[in-house]
């Protein structure tokens, strides 16, 4: 099974509003990254997480990483309708992905 | 670069047929992925090579599938003989090092198994 698993499966919000998604995994890792896949095309990788950082930016993305819990989160600020996508994230143990949140951002 | 490229694009084709998917990685890259996507089934990794080599094939459903990688330039995925339940996006992805490093998806097969 895979090692990545996004949670809500689906979120819907208000242009403007955040958008926060979580992801769990099983074993230790070195890395977790977090990819956007937009309907019909493929993943484009947004950002990476060493396991020695707790908190990274780029740009209105902010992902945090707590080794404790094995759970990341992936925060949109300020979102926009072009953000509409679905987030998945993958650690570095074997590059697997889950099912994804599905975000709807709303003009 | 051009990325990763993937073709062909579309594919439709009749149960039974003999249906073969082509990846070229970026140049550089020694990791090259397929992966197969479905609105049931999410997105399954099939098989992974480094430096040619096929790593992991746990992921490949069953003996219709194979895939190949005959130089650092070019994959090659074959499904003999195509069932309908075999219809899904295809992607192909390569990375420099797996797990360490982005890995940069083609755009891309949308398989139609008639």
């Known amino acids: 099974s895979q090692q990545g698993e996004e949670d809500p499966q689906a979120l819907s919000i208000q242009e403007g509003e955040n958008a926060t998604m979580n992801c769990s995994y099983k074993?230790?890792?070195?890395?977790l990254q977090w990819y956007r896949q937009n309907s019909g095309r493929g993943l484009v990788h947004l950002i990476l997480?060493?396991?020695?950082?707790r908190e990274k930016h780029s740009g209105r993305l902010r992902v945090t990483l707590d080794t404790s819990k094995k759970s990341s989160s992936l925060l949109i600020t300020a979102s926009r309708a072009a953000d509409t996508a679905s987030y998945f994230c993958a650690t570095d143990v074997d590059g697997r992905f889950g099912a994804g949140t599905r975000l709807t951002v709303k003009p | 670069d051009a990325g990763v490229i993937q073709s062909p694009r579309h594919e439709v084709t009749e149960m039974g047929q003999e249906v073969t998917l082509r990846c070229k990685p970026i140049?550089?890259?020694?990791?090259l992925f397929w992966y197969r996507q479905t609105m049931m089934r999410g997105l399954e990794l099939l098989i992974y090579f480094n430096n040619n080599v096929p790593i992991d094939d746990s992921g490949m459903p069953e003996d219709r599938f194979s895939a190949k990688m005959p130089n650092a330039s070019f994959s090659t995925l074959k499904i003999q003989p195509s069932e309908p339940r075999d219809s899904a996006v295809y992607f192909c992805?390569?990375?420099?090092?797996?797990?360490?490093?982005?890995?940069?998806f083609g755009p891309g097969t949308r398989l139609t198994v008639l």
């Open positions: 997480i060493r396991s020695n950082e």
């Open positions: 140049s550089g890259h020694d990791y």
């Open positions: 992805a390569s990375s420099f090092s797996r797990g360490y490093n982005e890995q940069f």
């Open positions: 074993t230790s890792i070195n890395n």
